[in-house]
């Protein structure tokens, strides 16, 4: 009996069939009780406000990162976002009162994390069970009022939950983080070993047991494709370190279809002994439709940095040309970017100003009357810096 509780202790993945189409389902803690920090200072984040939206986070999507249009962040749920940044849905929300965490199922759609940037990195740490930061794209009102809370100041208190996304940071640190006991694969419970001896020693505690460790043993296991991660890393060597952040970002699809070609390659051009020496090489000889993927990635890559070189150049302080910025690393410009970030101006004479949801990485409204929800929008843990 201990070794088949030790083996269902061990399975946090599980792939699971839903309206026909195939998911991998994974634990994950959303927001902890506690006092965060973000764009909008230091906010506390109640047990008594968290509980109020518990049911509203289900069917939420999943994004990898939390969804732009241009330099802004935009909410998840609208048709763009979905196409281009949704990989799953959450399900089954919860909350711990002895973790004080909002917890849930993140549910992966295994398509999806093939075709959608970044989807291949959370697929290879499910694979492996490592968990992941996450960041909550949450609407909130914000209560100006100061305090502390465990041994930690606020300047104010997030209220009335309007739950928007849940993002999973690729490469970064949510506001409300790992450390602090929230992400993917972070929501198992410690095991108590005298409650499972009494469960498997009583009757109906025996039944129930045996019906999940069934349940285990009728799962399919998640398979780590070595195969893939191996054609990475032999493309990465091909051309080059400096390229390695885009072969990082290609799916699964694309990196069968550069092996192939690299075969190609050697087969057609029998006289040449090197392999390509960088990537322009590597294009000439692509076929139409390898090509053609390749570019939509560079693409994507290069949409995102020129959104970040235009916010930069953009904030009024900004003493770099675009030049120098284009010279920098995309991990760097993320960075910049969050300090770029200026007070928007004012509607013109006559006009009514524009209505626009705030979110994480804007600017905070100011409000030059005191009021005890004066401030609105995604706050933290919904923002994240950038690891180095």
Request: proline share 6%; charged share 25%; glycine share 6%.
């Amino acid at each position: 009996m201990e070794t088949l509780v030790a083996n269902l202790a061990a399975s946090k993945v599980q792939r699971k069939t839903l309206a026909g189409r195939s998911y991998l389902v994974a634990p994950v803690a959303m927001i902890v009780e506690g006092v965060f920090t973000g764009n909008q200072g230091a906010v506390l984040y109640e047990r008594s406000e968290i509980t109020k939206s518990i049911s509203s986070w289900n069917h939420k999507p999943i994004t990898v990162g939390h969804p732009r249009q241009g330099d802004q962040f935009v909410s998840g749920c609208l048709p763009d976002a979905i196409e281009n940044y949704s990989v799953g849905m959450i399900l089954n929300t919860s909350f711990n009162t002895s973790t004080k965490k909002l917890r849930a199922d993140a549910w992966f759609d295994e398509s999806r994390l093939d075709v959608v940037p970044g989807g291949h990195a959370i697929k290879a740490a499910l694979a492996k069970q490592e968990p992941m930061e996450v960041s909550t794209g949450l609407f909130v009102d914000k209560e100006i009022t100061s305090g502390q809370h465990n041994g930690k100041e606020y300047s104010g208190k997030a209220r009335n939950f309007r739950p928007d996304h849940l993002a999973v940071i690729v490469n970064g640190v949510g506001a409300c983080s790992v450390k602090d006991g929230a992400g993917l694969l972070v929501n198992k419970e410690p095991v108590n070993p005298e409650f499972e001896k009494n469960l498997a020693d009583s009757d109906t505690g025996g039944k129930l047991l045996e019906n999940r460790i069934q349940e285990v043993r009728e799962s399919k296991p998640l398979i780590v494709n070595e195969k893939v991660k191996m054609k990475r890393d032999e493309i990465l060597a091909v051309i080059g370190e400096s390229h390695q952040e885009f072969v990082t970002n290609l799916s699964d699809d694309q990196v069968v279809a550069l092996a192939k070609l690299q075969r190609t390659v050697t087969v057609e051009v029998p006289v040449v002994n090197e392999a390509p020496k960088n990537l322009d090489e590597l294009l000439a000889s692509a076929p139409a439709d390898v090509k053609a993927k390749i570019e939509e990635a560079f693409a994507v890559n290069t949409a995102h940095r020129d959104g970040l070189i235009d916010q930069i150049v953009a904030n009024e302080k900004n003493q770099f040309s675009k030049e120098e910025l284009a010279a920098l690393p995309t991990a760097t410009l993320d960075k910049m970017a969050v300090f770029a970030v200026n007070a928007a101006p004012a509607p013109a004479t006559g006009s009514a100003p524009a209505p626009a949801p705030r979110y994480a990485g804007s600017a905070a409204p100011s409000d030059p009357k005191p009021s005890t929800a004066a401030v609105k929008g995604f706050l933290p843990p919904s923002t994240f810096s950038a690891k180095a």
